[in-house]
Structures are given as C-alpha cells and as structure tokens.
Antibody
Framework: EVQLVESGGGLVQPGGSLRLSCAASGFTVSSNYMSWVRQAPGKGLEWVSVIYSGGSTFHADSVKGRFTISRDTSKNTLYLQMNSLRAEDTAVYYC????????????WGQGTLVTVSS | QSALTQPASVSGSPGQSITISCTGT?????????VSWYQQHPGKAPKLMIY???NRPSGVSNRFSGSKSGNTASLTISGLQAEDEADYYC??????????FGGGTKLTVL
C-alpha cells in the first residue's frame, strides 16, 4: 500500500529554518517525480518544489533561493529544507507523488503544519 | 505564474449536475492537454479526480467528467450527492514546466 507520512512541522520565528520529511512506503521515491505542495490557512493549493526521478530540482519563484528539496534513497524519504522563513510561508505542507512528470498527484501525505510567527 | 481562475463557489441540489470552470492562458490551460482536477474535503489531503483533461483514475466515479475548450477547462459532476460537497481545484502544466493551481471552488450540495 502506498503511504506518505510527513513530519517536521511546527512553530518557527521569522528568519528561522525548518526541515520537513516525507517518509514513503509502498513505492520507491527515487523512481518517481515528488513534489511539495502547500496550503495557507483557508487558502488554495500552491505548488512549492519538485525533484525529478533523475534528480533535477525546481522551485516556485516564491521560495527560490530559500527552500531546497532533496531525497534520501536509502531511507526512501523526501525532504524540504526551508530557510529564511517568512510569515507568508505559514501553511500545511503536503508531499505528493507524481508518476508522469505532468504533476498529476495520485498520492498525498496527510500534511504537516508550519507556522512562522514571533 | 498567476493562479488559474475558478468561481469561488457553486451549488446544486442532489441529483442535479454542476460545472466548475477553470480559466487560464495560452501558457497553461490553452497550451497543453495536461489539466487535472482535485477534490478536497475539510481537513483532508486533496484527491486526484481527473487527469489529462478528461481521464478518471481508477476508483473515481463516472459521475465526474472533464473537458477543455481554448483556455478554459471544466469539471462536471452529474447526479450530485451529499458526499460531493467539497473544495475543487484545477491544475495545469505550464510553459515553465511547472504546475499552476486554480484558486479553488467550494461546492455546496443544497
């Protein structure tokens, strides 16, 4: 059974850092396109970052230079390193699997809440 | 990349059909047949309902259908049921090789 379980969210001060993890089971992270998608409270979905099966990474303009997506093949886990956090980064962060490279997210985690506030 | 435009809300009675529109540009919806739709119930993760404009993943009811004309994609739900009440988001591949989501539409089943 495919499962994605995020962790690492919490309260952080503006300018701080946080690393989110997404542990996968039932499939191989490195054989898929994996993304992070966030949702601010009461707002819509916003794509954040992707790592291709080949290892290339891309980030939304809103987080470029501050966030880094990566994976650990041995742990079958996806990560999102978030630096220089801002209030507008407050959101539930979901990891999601895409088998096609066309951003069709067929499996999602339960989400982890990141709150940036002093 | 600006979000795709969806109506904030739609409503319908049980058994009726509703359509949610999703308008973009020639750099996203109009330029590619890579449109998807997601259903999200409160406090839950989104669920993929439609991909490639009109295809349904295994397990999704055939009451859900998708289409596209020019820069506008549409999701139609026929035979509305109470369990269909949720938020719906469209998404499209873009010329930047990244996705863009719509702002979301809240469906109310009266």
């Amino acid at each position: 059974e495919v499962q994605l379980v995020e962790s690492g969210g919490g309260l952080v001060q503006p300018g701080g850092s946080l690393r989110l993890s997404c542990a996968a089971s039932g499939f191989t992270v490195s054989s898929n396109y994996m993304s992070w998608v966030r949702q601010a409270p009461g707002k819509g979905l916003e794509w954040v970052s992707v790592i291709y099966s080949g290892g290339s990474t891309f980030h939304a303009d809103s987080v470029k230079g501050r966030f880094t997506i990566s994976r650990d093949t041995s742990k079958n886990t996806l990560y999102l390193q978030m630096n220089s956090l801002r209030a507008e980064d407050t959101a539930v962060y979901y990891c999601a699997r895409d088998q096609t490279g066309l951003y069709y997210f067929d499996y999602w985690g339960q989400g982890t809440l990141v709150t940036v506030s002093s | 990349q600006s979000a795709l435009t969806q109506p904030a809300s739609v409503s319908g009675s049980p058994g009726q059909s509703i359509t949610i529109s999703c308008t973009g540009t020639s750099s996203d919806v109009g330029g590619y047949s890579y449109v998807s739709w997601y259903q999200q119930h409160p406090g839950k993760a989104p669920k993929l309902m439609i991909y490639d404009v009109s295809n349904r993943p295994s397990g999704v009811s055939n009451r859900f259908s998708g289409s596209k004309s020019g820069n506008t994609a549409s999701l139609t739900i026929s035979g509305l049921q109470a369990e269909d009440e949720a938020d719906y988001y469209c998404s499209s591949y873009t010329s930047r090789s990244t996705p863009v989501f719509g702002g979301g539409t809240k469906l109310t089943v009266l």
